[in-house]
């Protein structure tokens, strides 16, 4: 089987004029698998966040490269990355903050269909199917970002990065704003996705507890190097590094 993405070496420092080099991110190498959840972990500063940009090729990496399906994307601008976004698709941290405001939520997660030239009766259609399939009434189409709940505006923008059924998702602590009931429910809609789709998943947590139950394999980020591979019983019941076995003390 060939991985969905394959990252080589990647790295990210930071310059500026006048200040000492950041090396946020340190020489990753990691691949993920049709189907598979691989939770990406470390602590505020580890280099998750900026991980994610370069995969999705919003940070420019300054070292590695980057494989989605094979196809080396480290240096792709611009419109070469439009068919790109069709196989990767993300969601972030700020439910509501993936939303134009003055959109409603069914205008923003059309909008992919619409420009792949999906007519608007079709269109209107296929978001009403999205929204049902992330648990949400259709009649979330007709709101706006600010009337619905964090847990519905992050059921949208998940229902938005399918629309186009991509091969890899990745989220980035898209469940850090909402409560603990809500997170299972997002983790479990998460769940039901993939067995569906056999999507994989980049999935970014500073919390091993949320990630413990369906991540197949976990990736521990230090200072922006991976330290430590394994299945989550691995991790959690046999981990290699003293840092690992702290992070799971101060998380657990
Ligand atoms: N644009 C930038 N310019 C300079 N430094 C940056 C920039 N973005 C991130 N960094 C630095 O890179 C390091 C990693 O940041 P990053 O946001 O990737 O961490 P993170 O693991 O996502 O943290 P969190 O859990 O708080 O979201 C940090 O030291 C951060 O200050
Ligand atoms: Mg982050």
Known sequence: MKPVLEV????????????????AVSDISFQIFPGEWVALIGESGSGKSTIAKMVTRLLAPSKGSIFLNGRDITHMKGMQLKP????????????????????????????????SGMGPIQTQERVIQLLTQCGLDGSFAKY??????????????????????????????????????????IMELLHSIQKQTNMAYLFISHDLALVQQFSHRILVLQQGKLIEEGTPDEIIFHPKEAYTKQFIESTL
């Open 84 to 115: 790109i976004y069709q196989k990767m698709q993300m969601v972030f941290q700020t439910p509501a903050g993936s939303f134009d405001p003055r959109r409603t939520l069914g205008d923003g997660i059309g909008e992919s269909l619409r420009n």
């Open 8 to 23: 080589q070496n990647l790295t990210k420092i930071f310059s500026y004029k006048g200040q000492p080099d950041i090396t």
């Open 144 to 185: 706006y970002p600010h009337e619905a709940s964090g847990g519905q505006c992050q059921r949208a923008a998940i229902a938005r990065a399918l629309a186009i059924e991509p091969e890899l998702l990745i989220c980035d602590e898209i469940t850090s704003a909402l409560d603990v009931t809500v997170q299972a429910q």
